[in-house]
């Protein structure tokens, strides 16, 4: 749950410099004119690291109730593709931000092994809810 209403989580989920703050490893978020955004970020998984270039796509947005994201990236250990679907339900004062996603590794990532990279993954998502829902919170 983000305390925070809906139509600020929506934008901010959008904007690149909230994103970029909030994604574990990301050094560069920037808006491309086609209305994509490319991603530069460091990522580890156990003895793999590396920094990874790629690219993220908004589609199928419903502002501000639902969208869908596509991930292409690769880099020193490998290559990522990934789709997830965002959707935001305004509850109370506070949004509740439902997700689900698939991703397939490639490289020197996939090496790694299947319940390793599972359990990084949901790692990297709860960083980013994290860091993204102090965004919203309130200064005591």
């Known amino acids: 749950m983000i305390r925070g209403p809906r139509e600020k989580v929506w934008e901010s989920l959008l904007n690149p410099q909230v994103l970029a703050r909030a ?10 004119p086609d209305g ?6 460091r990522v580890g998984i156990a003895a793999v690291k590396g920094a990874y270039r790629g ?3 908004v ?10 994201m596509k991930v292409e990236g690769q880099g020193t250990g490998g290559f ?9 339900v305004a509850e109370g004062a506070g949004t509740l ?5 698939d991703a397939q590794v490639g490289g020197v990532m996939a090496s790694v092994g299947q319940r390793l990279l599972v359990a990084a993954a949901k790692q990297i998502v709860a960083k980013f809810f994290e860091a993204f829902s102090r965004e919203f919170q309130s200064p005591t």
């Open 97 to 101: 931000l439902q997700y689900s996603g």
């Open 23 to 32: 994604l574990p490893g990301c050094e560069k978020l920037e808006p491309n």
């Open 55 to 57: 690219r993220v796509e």
């Open 59 to 68: 589609l199928d947005a419903v502002p501000p109730e639902h969208f869908r």
């Open 36 to 41: 994509s955004f490319a991603a530069e970020m």
């Open 80 to 88: 990522l593709r990934g789709e997830g679907t965002l959707n935001l």
